[in-house]
Structures are given as structure tokens and as C-alpha cells.
């Protein structure tokens, strides 16, 4: 930046008017570090195509304003020369400021997109780094899926006519490993697999719960064949029965999952029964992850807002799907 304006036309303009020099200077600067602040790239990718032409449109205006500004006329011997000189004068000092304006901005914008390509490619690698680590433990630790399923199957058999809630329990538990051995491994399940999923999950702790633990269950789909990443409110699901739930004390969790026009909104809130300092320790591994997560996944087309207040503890995740490609 110093380069462009001390290298070129800066010094000549300084003879003719300090003030002229410094305002454009100023300004110049001023526009790159507009839009730098307001990382146009993140407006384009976004395809926020009104508020892109907005500022840019400002800036274009602010610019042609700056070059009618009023110069000192040049001295001839023949008026006629002089205002003819004068006018020759302004049309190119009009011209310089529109090419450093013009450079400015494509320098800013093409840095910003640099940016913005190089946290890509690191979030994805940090992503793909985590699946990796993800796989490998569950490979591991995890029992031959054919033994483990027809085991519960010989379990199953065992199990029929003795109790109706044992049957069901254990069916909700066959199809929730089955989730995570199988479904789980595909980088996208529709969303009904994935309510399907939460809703064993929490069947099955209520049963351990009896019913001190009132779950509040609002879902609200209009495409259960959207795609999602498999278990992505797992964490915070979790979460709620981990640092909600009692086995002595009533208490309620609220689980909402709104999705409307490719738009979704995952929520919980719930009161915090289990100690507030062992909370707070144990809370941020989790949600870290989860983050990082959805930062390699959906970068800026999802908003996770978490808070606690007043020992309640609330999540809200909204994620723009319709952007997905």
C-alpha cells in the first residue's frame, strides 16, 4: 500500500494540493480495511448479493465524490491554456485515483478469498484428522458387528414373553448399536435416521430414570430425507441426560429440532442437577469437539450459541442445509 501511493502519482499530487493528497490517501486506506473488515468473500460464498452490491456501490459513490474534489486552477499565460490544462489535470488525477481504488479493492478481495480457501482446507484437514482418530478407536474397540448382532438376536429369543417393556428396550437398543456400527459410518444419514436415533437414545434413559425426568420432545420436520452428518446432537443430547437428569429429584429437558425450508434449528435446556464446578470441567471437551466439527462441515452456514444462566443450561445450533451441496 505504501508502495502504490509513494510510487505513484502521490508526490505529484502533493505539489498541487497536501490536503487532496492526504484525504485520498486516507480513503484509499480506509477501503482496504472496510473490506477486509467486512470480508466480502464470506458475503459472496453466502450469496448475501444485496449487501455485497450495497457496499460496494457506497464505495464507488464515495470514490467518484472524492474525485470531484475542488483543485486550485493552473496558472497560464493564455486563459484559454490554463483551463484547458486544468481540466487535463483533474480528468487524470481522476483516472489514478479510480486505478488505485480499483487495485485496492481487487488486492483486498483476492487476499480475503486466500484466507478464506486456506481456513477451508485447514478445517477440513482437522476434520478428516478427527474422523481418522474417530475410526480408528472404534475400530479398536469395537466387537465384530455379525457376532454382536446375532447375539442379540440369540439374546432377543430369550428375552420374548418374559416382559413387553424388556422386549421393546431391547429392540430400541439393538436398532441404536445398529445405528452406530452401521449407519454411523456413511458421512451423511437423512434426518428421520437420525431422530429415529435420538429417540432410542432417550427411550432408553428414561427407563433407567423412572420418572423423576420429564423429557420435553419437539420435532418438527418437513424433509426427513435431508441430509445430515450422523450424530451431530449426539454431545449435546448427552449432555442434557449426563448434567440434567436425576434418579431423585423431578426435573424437565427440553430437546427441540425444528427443520423448515432446508433450515434447522437443534435446541436443549435443562436444569443443572450435577455440581456446577464439575460441570464447567467437564462440559468444554465435548462442545469443542462438536465445534470443530461443524466448522470443517458447514464453516459459516451454522450458529452454535451456548449458555448458562441462572443454572440452566441451553444449547441452540442452527445449520443452513439448503447450501449444501
Given at each position: 500500500?505504501p ?41 459472496i460464498l ?27 486552477e ?11 490544462q ?18 485496492i ?39 465384530n ?9 440369540s ?24 445405528y ?6 456413511n ?40 441430509n ?25 429437558i ?41 466448522s ?21 445450533l442452527?445449520i443452513?442445509?439448503a447450501?449444501?451441496?
Open positions: 500500500m508502495l502504490l501511493v509513494f510510487l505513484g502519482p502521490a508526490h505529484y499530487w502533493w505539489t498541487i494540493s497536501p490536503l487532496f493528497t492526504c484525504l485520498t490517501v486516507s480513503y484509499l486506506y480506509g477501503c482496504y480495511f472496510v473490506t477486509k473488515a467486512l470480508y466480502l468473500p464470506k458475503l453466502s450469496k448475501a448479493y444485496y449487501k455485497l452490491t450495497l457496499i460496494i456501490g457506497s464505495l464507488i459513490i464515495l470514490t467518484y465524490f472524492l474525485t470531484l474534489y475542488p483543485l486550485p493552473m496558472d497560464f499565460v493564455i486563459p484559454s491554456m490554463s483551463e484547458y486544468t481540466r487535463m489535470r483533474n480528468y487524470n488525477m481522476a483516472i489514478s485515483v479510480w486505478f488505485m481504488f480499483s487495485v479493492l481487487c488486492y483486498s478481495i483476492t487476499v480475503a478469498f486466500i484466507k478464506e480457501l486456506y481456513n477451508r482446507l485447514l478445517m477440513q484437514s482437522i476434520v478428516e484428522n478427527q474422523r481418522d482418530k474417530a475410526e480408528l478407536a472404534l475400530y479398536k474397540a469395537q466387537i458387528p455379525h457376532f454382536l448382532f446375532n447375539t442379540l438376536n439374546l432377543y429369543s430369550l428375552v420374548i414373553g418374559t416382559s413387553q417393556k424388556a422386549e421393546d428396550a431391547f429392540i430400541k437398543f439393538t436398532e441404536l448399536l445398529k452406530t456400527y452401521v449407519t454411523a459410518q458421512d451423511w444419514v437423512t434426518i428421520g435416521e437420525e431422530i429415529d436415533y435420538i429417540n432410542n437414545y432417550i427411550d432408553l434413559q428414561l427407563i433407567r430414570l423412572d420418572s423423576h425426568t420429564n423429557v420435553i420432545r419437539d420435532c418438527v420436520v418437513d424433509d426427513v430425507t435431508a445430515i452428518p450422523p450424530m451431530i446432537f449426539l454431545t449435546f443430547v448427552e449432555n442434557s441426560f449426563k448434567y440434567g437428569a436425576s434418579t431423585s429429584q423431578d426435573c424437565d427440553l430437546i427441540r429440532l425444528h427443520l423448515n425450508n432446508g433450515v434447522l434449528v437443534f435446541e436443549t435446556e435443562n436444569k443443572i442437577v450435577k455440581h456446577s464446578d464439575e460441570f464447567r470441567k467437564d462440559m468444554p471437551v465435548g462442545i469443542n469437539n462438536c465445534r470443530s466439527r461443524l470443517g462441515l458447514f464453516f459459516d452456514r451454522y450458529d452454535l450459541q451456548i449458555k448458562e444462566e441462572g443454572g440452566v443450561f441451553r444449547v441452540y442452527k443452513n442445509l447450501d449444501h451441496e
